[in-house]
């Protein structure tokens, strides 16, 4: 069964804080997908990995970073966590045009205070 | 820019009753993938259903069916027989293929009246 995992359901952060959220695949994707998640606004592109060390900046990537050392995993950095980044974050795989339906994680809501 | 719209930020209908959810999309590409994804109060987005615009019958998948309308850029839902698990935020999604990368509509919350 496919899986896309992520590492807190919840997090609680103050403000200026560097905050790591991380996303592990078990499916071999290629694809690996950051999602912002806001009422009113659906989701919305933060970053997008489509190999390893790989990425391209996604809708609204400004204040976050991405990294992606293993095939696995692919991780989301607030280099300094502000108000306006309190959302719920979700995760995503995909294995390319083969089969481009994203499978995604739980979702890490997020609060920085 | 790509789009995607869903005019209906909420839908209710009756347990058993058929409910039709909108989506219009915007692109001048002509290969692509449509999604419908469900999101229930767990928050685990799950796949309903997937439609290749190459192809001109519809998806179906047991009570889920689209409408897919290409000329049109329309790509309506519709859950027949409803269910109160059918409970959810359903976002209408579309991928090119030649970028891969999944645009989102703002989403429509569905209730199920008993």
């Known amino acids: 069964d496919v899986k896309v995992t992520q590492s807190s359901r919840y997090l609680v952060k103050r403000t200026g804080e560097k905050v790591f959220l991380e996303c592990v695949q078990d499916?071999?994707?290629?694809?690996m997908f950051w999602y912002r998640q806001d009422p009113g606004l659906g989701l919305r592109l933060i970053y997008f990995?489509?190999?390893?060390?790989?990425?391209e900046k996604g809708d609204i990537p400004e204040g976050y970073s991405v990294s992606r050392e293993k095939k696995e995993r692919f991780s989301l950095i607030l280099e300094s966590a502000s108000t306006n980044q309190t959302s719920m974050y979700l995760c995503a795989s995909s294995l390319q045009m083969i089969q481009p339906e994203a499978f995604f994680g739980q979702g890490t809501r997020l609060t920085v205070v | 820019a790509q789009t995607v719209t869903q005019s209906q930020p909420e839908m209710s209908v009756q347990e058993a009753e058929t409910v039709t959810l909108s989506c219009t999309y915007d692109t001048s590409e002509s290969d692509y993938y449509l999604f419908w994804y469900k999101q229930p109060p767990s928050r685990q987005m799950i796949l309903v259903i997937r439609?290749?615009?190459?192809?001109?019958q519809n998806a179906t998948e047991n009570r889920f069916s689209v409408n897919f309308q290409k000329a049109a850029k329309s790509f309506s839902l519709k859950i027949s027989d409803s269910q109160l698990g059918d409970a959810a935020m359903y976002f209408c999604?579309?991928?090119?293929?030649?970028?891969?990368?999944?645009?989102f509509g703002t989403g429509t919350r569905l209730t199920i009246i008993p």
């Open positions: 499916m071999d994707h290629e694809n």
């Open positions: 990995s489509y190999d390893v060390k790989m990425k």
């Open positions: 999604a579309y991928i090119l293929w030649r970028n891969e990368k999944l645009t």
């Open positions: 439609q290749e615009a190459y192809k001109q």
